[in-house]
């Protein structure tokens, strides 16, 4: 059986987005990035009219002309979710292009684009371009959106290396087997950006009154803030999905859990599919050998027994919100299977 027959066979599996990216996009980016290397800030450029989906005064065309005709500059958020005021000596700026034509998918909270991004140095992607491509989550703009997209980069910058990356491990509920690859079960996280906007710096045209430089400093400062990440492939349809990758996909969770993490609204149009194994060079990945990523952390919770007042309280509903969760991707996956698999999910790594 040829490759390309397979793929076609597989290609139920997955529900391609109604949204179609050009094919000329760059390759998608797919190393692991340690926060520490990852870009201080985004020089952003939207197209189209993008910014209307996010933003609450368009009806301003001078303002919407500002921002069509402007890059901007996002800051990255660190890990203690305060963003760098100053500029360090080495502060790198990657750039961005945001596109409406470039949508890859829409939640109840969120657009998701696929963008052209490129890195600074010293990080130099091997495309003929140099430019590589990455999924951006922007909230839509509310409340809520904002502060599920603002819990999920916490979420994000808390995910172990272990599952965000294929890794030679074992599982430690059977540690007489070999060692094997054991799938990512997140994609990898790029870092979580917020606009920085000092009307000083600005640029404005001459002609451009007080009151006009302030409406348009309102309008770019409400911007969404911008998370990135790998692009992971389409939405899974499980009733087409073999009882094997079902199982795969109930232990990626049991994997999640395991490492202290509850999805929080764990649905099939959470999990994507991409042509595997991840371990193989792009060209050599085919469907019929899937893989399955878990996405969407904006309503996640991460236990840490370290930081946890109440840690018994706290771990009785943690455990309870991951029985939950597993018993409905059971239902979902329609798979019958016992309670508890998260005490499989256990594993050792080798780097
Ligand atoms: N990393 C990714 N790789 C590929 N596609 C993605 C990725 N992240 C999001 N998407 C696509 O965008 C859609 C919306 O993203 P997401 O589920 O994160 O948004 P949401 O608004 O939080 O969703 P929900 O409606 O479940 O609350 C997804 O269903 C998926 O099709
Ligand atoms: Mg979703």
Request: proline share 9%; with cysteine.
């Amino acid at each position: 059986m040829s490759d390309s027959r397979s793929d076609h066979d597989n290609a139920a599996l997955s529900q391609k987005s109604s949204f179609s990216p050009p094919a000329a996009m760059p390759p998608c980016l797919q190393e692991f990035i340690p926060q520490d290397h990852l870009p201080d800030a985004l020089s952003v450029r939207y197209r189209d009219d993008l910014y209307r989906n996010e933003n609450p005064y368009h009806g301003q065309r001078v303002w919407e002309h500002f921002v069509a005709n402007n890059a901007l500059e996002f800051r990255r958020v660190k890990s203690d979710l305060t963003s760098d005021a100053g500029e360090e000596p080495n502060f790198r700026i990657a750039s961005l292009n945001l596109e409406e034509a470039n949508l890859l998918g829409v939640g109840n909270h969120s657009r998701v684009y696929i963008a052209p991004f490129q890195l600074p140095p010293p990080l130099h992607p091997s495309t003929p371009s140099g430019t590589v491509s990455v999924a951006c989550k922007t909230a839509i703009n509310d409340e809520e959106p904002r502060s599920l997209l603002e819990n999920e980069s916490k979420i994000y910058a808390q995910f172990p290396r272990s599952l965000q990356e294929e890794l030679l491990g074992r599982h430690s509920a059977r540690p007489d087997d070999r060692p094997e690859f054991l799938a990512a079960v997140v994609p990898k996280s790029y870092g979580y950006y917020k606009i920085a906007f000092e009307e000083s710096k600005a640029g404005f045209e001459e002609n451009i009154d007080e009151e006009t430089k302030q409406g348009i400093s309102r309008y770019v400062r409400s911007l969404s803030p911008i998370l990135l990440m790998e692009n992971c492939g389409d939405m899974i349809v499980p009733f087409r999905m073999p009882d094997h990758q079902k199982n795969h996909c109930l232990e990626l969770i049991a994997r999640l859990h395991g490492a202290g993490f509850t999805q929080g609204s764990l649905y099939p149009r959470n999990i994507v599919v991409q042509p595997g194994p991840l371990t193989l060079p792009p060209a050599a990945r085919r469907l019929h050998t899937p893989s399955f990523r878990i996405i969407d952390f904006g309503k996640g919770v991460y236990f840490d027994p370290e930081t946890c007042n109440e840690k018994a309280a706290d771990f009785g509903s943690f455990l309870n919100d991951m029985l939950t969760e597993e018993a409905r991707a059971r239902r979902e996956f329609n798979v019958d299977m016992p309670d508890g698999r998260f005490e499989l999910c256990t594993t050792s790594y080798y780097y």
